[in-house]
């Protein structure tokens, strides 16, 4: 009894934060279209699955889906928003509490919702309920006539034989109508909260369909007798109750689809701004954005590294080429300001003291590898990303993130691809790069200014205008103990070289002319 009386009263399953993987959690934002702000490889570099898994923490399927969403495609600057429901306790605390059951979600659907429309169901399976009738007929018909027994016997087949055709889909299809139904559940309580406070906004746009997101659950769902233990199982295989529930809510389904879309996009937002929310409350820093051509951020940190250090960049015009010694961080800084120009652009706000930045597509070039699957070398590899980087270049202004560009081959003609390509990059949009062949810093200062990654005289890092005057490479050939003379020897034909191409005196010309 007391579980049907906890079936009737809408009782929730635990919250489980079942583990999606990236296709469910991708599918929403996939089928809705619309330009792509950043790419798969941008995507990885960036590591914006660790960052979405932190962002979403405590949030359901739903939620993670229309956070995706913005992070792959969408633009949403409104951080005041945000900021206004984090600072309002109560607001946020029956906001979340009316989402809750939410978790318990263990399948997505948007792929039933925003995919290809059902079928509606075939004519014939109106006539399924007379099946189990006709059986206990028949069943009864054999206790006063004996060939009654042949009937009843071809009913059963013909019984079972629809319930296997039937039972995986029906099965698939009822967990999803079950988040379906959770999803309404949760549409119809947020409609009767009180339109107050930072919660006002959400609860006025989801109280006009509430009544008919409970009613649309009610129709979807079974009843709840027939989903208690013991019964559930005679039900369905004596009484088709799961087959013709699947075709009957079929039709349900199809006739409530617009409605069904509109709840999933109102609940899957506000639960995606409740874990912003959440977010922005234990950042340890965090400030709205001003859209700028400039890429200005002040004590900027990567909300992924754990007391990471503040460093301020200012990149203006067409970029700026990064160098500075080996394991400085030149890296994590490039991460760094991707990820934060990802989440200017998503999100409305940055992890800054203050910050400027423009609402940009970010396109990254950073781990290019060896495949041995693909039979594709490294440099081939990264003459392939570089292609790809200039395609995206043509279709507008786009920030470019470039780590070690093509290290793949020879120092001369590393440089000499590397200027050619960034020089053509920075023509279109913004180029970020970082190398250690610091004379691309010449070749390229008529488009990129130079920054400079070091420590102060306190060990701590600090970005300023200029080049690094002095590498580390074969420094630290005697610190890993190579050894005397080959730190010598190394020492030797470094001095060599740099006589002739480390640091050219005059580039001016050589790409501009």
């Known amino acids: 009894m007391m579980k049907l009386l906890k079936l009737l009263m809408g009782y929730e399953a635990p919250a489980i934060d079942f583990p999606f993987p990236r296709t469910d959690v991708?599918?929403?934002?996939?089928?809705?279209?619309?330009?792509?702000?950043?790419?798969?490889?941008?995507?990885?570099?960036?590591?914006?699955?660790?960052?979405?898994?932190r962002v979403a923490q405590g949030c359901s399927i739903f939620g993670r889906q229309a956070l995706y969403r913005r992070l792959l495609g969408g633009q949403d600057a409104a951080y005041a928003r945000v900021r206004a429901l984090a600072d309002d306790g109560a607001a946020f605390d029956a906001l979340t509490d009316a989402c809750r059951g939410l978790r318990a979600v263990d399948t997505e659907v948007a792929q039933m919702?925003?995919?290809?429309?059902?079928?509606?169901?075939?004519?014939?399976?109106?006539?399924?309920?007379?099946?189990?009738v006709a059986l206990m007929l028949s069943v009864l018909l054999a206790f006063?006539?004996?060939?009654?027994?042949?009937?009843?016997?071809?009913?059963?087949?013909?019984?079972?034989?629809?319930?296997?055709?039937?039972?995986?889909?029906?099965?698939?299809?009822?967990?999803?109508?079950?988040?379906?139904?959770?999803?309404?559940?949760?549409?119809?309580?947020?409609?009767?909260?009180?339109?107050d406070s930072a919660g006002a906004p959400y609860v006025a746009a989801l109280r006009p369909g509430a009544r008919d997101a409970g009613r649309a659950s009610r129709v979807l769902g079974r009843s709840p007798l027939q989903m208690l233990p013991g019964v559930s199982e005679y039900s369905e295989w004596m009484l088709l109750a799961n087959i013709r529930h699947y075709f009957n809510s079929r039709n349900a389904f199809v006739d409530r689809l617009a409605a069904l879309r509109d709840s999933y996009r109102l609940v899957a937002e506000l639960e995606a701004d409740l874990a912003l929310a959440r977010h922005v409350r234990e950042a340890p820093v965090v400030c709205a954005v001003e859209v700028s051509d400039a890429v200005v951020l002040d004590s900027v940190v990567h909300?992924?590294?754990?007391?990471?250090?503040?460093?301020?960049?200012?990149?203006?015009?067409?970029?700026?080429?990064?160098?500075?010694?080996?394991?400085?961080g030149k890296s994590t800084l490039l991460r760094t300001v991707g990820l934060n120009l990802v989440a200017a652009r998503a999100f409305g706000f940055c992890y800054a003291q203050c910050a400027q930045a423009p609402l940009l597509p970010v396109y990254a070039s950073m781990q290019n590898e060896d495949s041995l699957a693909d039979g594709e070398s490294l440099y081939i590899s990264e003459l392939r990303r570089a292609r790809e980087l200039l395609a995206l270049a043509a279709q507008g202004r786009t920030v470019f993130l470039i780590d070690e560009i093509f290290r793949g081959t020879n120092h001369v003609e590393s440089v000499s691809a590397a200027a050619a390509v960034l020089d053509e990059l920075a023509r279109h949009g913004m180029v970020i790069v970082s190398s250690h062949n610091v004379v691309l810093a010449p070749l390229l200062a008529h488009a990129l200014s130079p920054l400079c990654v070091e420590p102060d005289a306190h060990g701590r890092l600090h970005v300023r205008s200029?080049?690094?005057?002095?590498?580390?490479?074969?420094?630290?050939?005697?610190?890993?103990?190579?050894?005397?003379?080959?730190?010598?020897?190394?020492?030797?034909?470094?001095?060599?070289?740099?006589?002739?191409?480390?640091h050219p005196q005059n580039c001016d010309g050589v790409l501009t002319s």
């Open 26 to 53: 991708a599918m929403y934002g996939q089928l809705q279209g619309g330009a792509a702000h950043i790419d798969g490889q941008t995507w990885d570099e960036l590591q914006l699955d660790a960052y979405l898994e």
């Open 113 to 132: 919702l925003f995919g290809p429309e059902p079928a509606r169901s075939p004519r014939w399976s109106g006539a399924l309920a007379l099946l189990p």
């Open 144 to 195: 006063v006539w004996g060939p009654g027994w042949i009937a009843a016997l071809a009913l059963w087949v013909v019984l079972m034989g629809v319930q296997v055709a039937w039972y995986v889909r029906a099965q698939a299809w009822g967990r999803q109508v079950a988040a379906l139904q959770q999803l309404l559940r949760a549409h119809s309580m947020l409609g009767g909260l009180p339109a």
């Open 303 to 328: 909300p992924l590294v754990a007391d990471a250090h503040p460093l301020s960049v200012d990149v203006r015009g067409s970029g700026a080429f990064i160098s500075g010694q080996n394991g400085v």
């Open 466 to 502: 200029g080049v690094l005057a002095r590498t580390n490479g074969i420094a630290l050939l005697s610190q890993h103990g190579f050894g005397d003379a080959i730190d010598a020897r190394a020492h030797k034909v470094h001095a060599w070289l740099s006589s002739h191409l480390a």
